[in-house]
């Protein structure tokens, strides 16, 4: 008796597993379907193309053979081969409010003469563009409609999970008003983009789907899709939605201003890797290196080139892709926190934030007393010498910077390893200014009765400038 019930509750927890797993996979899409259909559009645009330049055949007046080459040249694409053509391409989007906003891709509608937007219900209305992001590559269009618009509304991205269940809707290779479902791929994929966010997906996504929406099962926008990893260029399930609470933000920016307004530090970053932390006595490689600290908002709350950006605005920064976004994010003229991690302590400063769109980010000249040194000095598998004017000039160096050129790297030792080039400058050893080679031993030989395994050199290349954490054992 005993057994038989422990098998009939075995058998009980089988049949609630499986009924638990029936719920959790969707019978049908067709509800869904329906209710987002009226708020998706297919857009096709068309766009002025000059016609190919070049001589046209020259046939003798009188010739034969000169009535047949004109009627030939009048009958070729463009007429009398010289008139511009009409080119067409084709997109999705979806409607955000009943007074005619609609949300698709920058790519999709980029140097359009015209906007065309088709509903679901055959209605055809011409488009306007308000603005466009490039970085996040989204559009905001208008049109005027007589009756309100269906609209569909966004929603919170960072909840959808990896397995999740999404819908894709558009018009993929001019095949309109087409579903495809899937799942959650991934989460914060990066492609090329600063503010890039992605949701990866396996619901098939073609041409023609670029600025579509990718629903959660609540009929909520997660995402826009925007572009597929493809070797033939067809769906092979890897596409990619510029994730939601992104696009949120542009689109509010460029409905309020017509165009985006992101927050500007105004600082050169890097990642912290393991070999740097540790040469600044950085517990764990965390936030955000700044390499540089041109003229703004940074420079004037008195940021500094080798402090470490911990935390931004209340935020802890773990790397450099988070702190450009949360910058992005912020309010021009915003008051921010800012903690910096110097010298083995933590400074609290405050940045008023500049606007990134308008920004110069051009390095601020450095200067000091000039002390050139002619002879060549070899440390730690480098060869320097002080900088000269004509090296200055020859290396792409401000005038007024001091620091050692790198005229020779050994290809066996731990410099050439990192990535130190001949040609290179080296501006700053241990997050002090170097001029010459004396000064670079001593900063060496600090580090070393520090206990330190590197040491941390400011490298110039071409002018741009980068952290290297160089072994010293």
Do not use: C
Request: no cysteine.
């Amino acid at each position: 008796m005993r057994q038989w019930l422990s098998a009939l509750m075995l058998g009980g927890a089988l049949v609630l597993t499986q009924t638990v797993t029936a719920k959790a996979t969707p019978e049908t899409f067709a509800p869904l379907a329906e209710q987002i259909s009226d708020s998706v559009v297919n857009i096709t645009t068309s766009t002025t193309v000059a016609a190919r330049s070049g001589p046209a055949p020259q046939i003798p007046e009188g010739s034969p053979f000169e009535d047949f080459f004109r009627d030939f040249m009048d009958r070729a694409p463009g007429g009398e081969g010289q008139r511009p053509r009409r080119s067409q391409a084709l997109g999705s989007g979806f409607v955000i409010s009943e007074d005619g906003f609609i949300v698709t891709n920058n790519h999709v509608i980029d140097g359009a003469d015209e906007i065309n937007i088709e509903f679901f219900n055959g209605e055809e209305l011409p488009a306007e563009v308000i603005g466009t992001d490039p970085k996040t590559d989204i559009a905001l269009l208008k049109v005027d409609s007589d009756a309100p618009l269906q609209p569909v509304p966004f929603g919170n991205s960072d909840e959808a999970q990896v397995g999740d269940w999404v819908m894709a809707m558009g018009n993929p290779l001019g095949q309109g008003f087409s579903v495809s479902a899937g799942i959650v791929s991934a989460r914060n994929r990066a492609l090329s983009g600063t503010y890039d966010d992605y949701i990866q997906t396996d619901a098939a996504i073609n041409r023609g789907n670029s600025g579509g929406p990718l629903f959660n099962m609540d009929g909520e926008v997660v995402g826009v899709n925007t572009a597929i990893l493809s070797p033939n260029g067809g769906s092979i399930g890897i596409g990619f939605a510029m994730s939601s609470n992104v696009v949120t933000k542009v689109v509010e920016q460029l409905q309020e201003f017509g165009e985006t307004r992101r927050g500007w530090l105004g600082v050169r970053i890097q990642d912290v890797t393991d070999d740097i932390a540790e040469s600044i006595g950085l517990e764990t490689a965390e936030g955000a290196l700044v390499t540089d600290v041109p003229e703004g908002p940074a420079m004037e709350a008195g940021m500094e080139a080798g402090d470490v950006i911990v935390s931004f605005n209340g935020n802890d920064i773990e790397d450099t892709r988070e702190l450009v976004r949360r910058v992005g994010d912020a309010a021009v003229g915003a008051e921010v926190p800012v903690t910096v991690f110097r010298e083995g302590d933590e400074v609290e400063l405050t940045v008023v934030l500049g606007r990134r769109e308008e920004a110069e980010a051009v390095p601020a000249a450095m200067s000091s007393d000039d002390a050139e040194e002619p002879s060549e000095t070899e440390l730690l598998g480098i060869t320097v010498a002080p900088l000269t004017d004509e090296m200055r000039e020859e290396l792409g160096v401000s005038n007024g910077m001091d620091g050692l050129a790198v005229t020779e790297v050994s290809e066996d030792s731990d410099a050439f390893e990192k990535g130190i080039r001949a040609g290179d400058v080296i501006t700053e050893a241990g997050q002090e200014k170097v001029a010459s080679a004396s000064d670079l031993e001593a900063r060496v030989e600090a580090a070393q009765e520090a206990g330190r395994k590197s040491i941390l050199l400011l490298i110039r290349r071409g002018g741009e400038p980068r952290f290297v954490a160089l072994p010293i054992e």
